[in-house]
């Protein structure tokens, strides 16, 4: 019903950038927060940001508080990753989320990308 499909991710030198996108669709009603976590190789997933469904509240982890910044585009069903001056430990398999509610039902539900590598190395 719902699919969360993530891009942008890649091989990138440290203090460089990237930006991920995710755009969600299918029979969707409403999406509230939106955010991304990641998780590195033999470590447990981890919140990296999240936003509000208007945008006006954006929420970090203090690991990258001041280079990383999320939006998103609602009409578009999108959510944005703005990653700047990344370093090693910012390699992962990012993964997209998104509070949602379908068309056919009231419950609202948490869907999950299939996530983007992002390796940072030189």
């Known amino acids: 019903q719902v699919q969360l499909v993530e891009s942008g991710g890649g091989l990138v030198q440290p203090g460089g950038s990237l930006r991920l996108s995710c755009a969600a669709s299918?029979?969707?009603?409403?999406?509230?927060?939106m955010g991304w976590f990641r998780q590195a190789s033999g470590k447990e997933r981890e919140f990296v940001a999240g936003?509000?469904?208007?945008?006006?509240?954006?929420y970090y982890a203090d690991s990258v508080k001041g280079r990383f910044t999320i939006s998103r585009d609602n009409a578009k069903n999108t959510v944005y990753l703005q990653m700047n001056s990344l370093k090693a430990e910012d390699t992962a398999v990012y993964y997209c989320?998104?509070?949602?509610?379908?068309?056919?039902?009231?419950?609202?539900?948490?869907?999950w990308g299939q996530g983007t590598q992002v390796t940072v190395s030189s």
């Open positions: 989320n998104a509070d949602i509610r379908v068309l056919t039902r009231i419950n609202t539900s948490r869907y």
């Open positions: 299918g029979s969707i009603d409403t999406i509230y927060t």
């Open positions: 936003i509000s469904w208007s945008g006006g509240s954006t």
